[in-house]
């Protein structure tokens, strides 16, 4: 499986397993960046085109948070986050200290080195030292899929990073399986046919 073709399996299964997990974003419902195939059509309004204001997404996607839902808010490119500073820095990652509530927010973003002046930065290392965010920057297909299922589920704000330019290379993620024959949970690259290694020998 391809790094962007995992990000897109991590979204789908995370829309799959949680009826409170919601998707904003830019030109989402039409697959622009190759990872958001299909999802519009299998979840409706959960999916949502919004438009181009990145603070006024984040800003909604905190309001969301705080009202029992689990918004992804995928940003698409790393120097968008600056348009919205105050509603991460101010707010999503604030949240826990000022009023002890959880903020379970995604935000995907891509950083790509030959964009142009404007679309080129790679701001994680800034985000690093913002307490109360948490910034993962997954590298192969595996950590592309598991870290973007484990920061969905957070209860607090993580910043995703995916990198353009390992959006071809592949590599297999491994699903969290349940037994058919003793209830075993175990990890395997195959997710219709789950058997656990004990119960297929």
Same mark, same amino acid.
């Given at each position: 499986?391809?790094?962007?073709? #995992? *990000?897109?399996?991590?979204?789908?299964?995370?829309?799959?397993?949680?009826?409170?997990?919601?998707?904003?974003?830019?030109?989402?419902?039409?697959?622009?960046?190759?990872?958001?195939?299909?999802?519009?059509?299998?979840?409706?309004?959960?999916?949502?085109?919004?438009?181009?204001?990145?603070?006024? @997404?984040?800003?909604?996607?905190?309001?969301?948070?705080?009202?029992?839902?689990?918004?992804?808010?995928?940003?698409?490119?790393?120097?968008?986050?600056?348009?919205?500073? !105050?509603? @991460?820095?101010?707010?999503?990652? %604030?949240?826990?200290?000022?009023?002890?509530?959880?903020?379970?927010?995604? *935000?995907?973003?891509?950083?790509?080195?030959?964009?142009? #002046?404007?679309?080129? !930065?790679?701001?994680?290392?800034?985000?690093?030292?913002?307490?109360?965010?948490?910034?993962?920057?997954?590298?192969?297909?595996?950590? #592309?899929?598991?870290?973007?299922?484990? #920061?969905?589920?957070?209860?607090?704000?993580?910043?995703?990073?995916?990198?353009?330019?390992?959006?071809?290379?592949?590599?297999? @993620?491994?699903?969290?399986? %349940?037994?058919?024959?003793?209830?075993?949970?175990?990890?395997?690259?195959?997710? %219709?046919?789950? @058997?656990?290694?004990?119960?297929?020998?």
């Amino acid at each position: 499986m391809k790094y962007g073709e #995992a *990000i897109r399996e991590a979204l789908y299964q995370e829309l799959k397993a949680d009826n409170s997990v919601v998707l904003f974003g830019e030109d989402i419902r039409y697959n622009l960046y190759g990872y958001t195939e299909g999802l519009y059509e299998e979840f409706g309004e959960r999916v949502i085109d919004v438009p181009l204001m990145e603070n006024t @997404i984040v800003g909604m996607a905190v309001g969301a948070s705080l009202r029992g839902l689990r918004p992804i808010v995928d940003l698409t490119v790393a120097n968008f986050l600056y348009i919205a500073m !105050d509603q @991460i820095i101010n707010m999503a990652s %604030k949240m826990r200290v000022m009023n002890g509530s959880s903020v379970p927010i995604t *935000i995907m973003c891509a950083e790509m080195s030959d964009s142009g #002046a404007q679309h080129s !930065d790679s701001p994680h290392e800034m985000f690093k030292m913002i307490q109360g965010l948490k910034v993962v920057t997954p590298v192969t297909p595996t950590e #592309a899929y598991d870290m973007l299922r484990e #920061a969905v589920q957070d209860p607090d704000p993580v910043i995703y990073f995916s990198d353009r330019s390992l959006f071809y290379n592949e590599g297999n @993620i491994m699903y969290d399986c %349940k037994c058919n024959n003793c209830g075993e949970i175990f990890k395997s690259t195959e997710e %219709k046919f789950p @058997i656990c290694p004990t119960c297929s020998i």
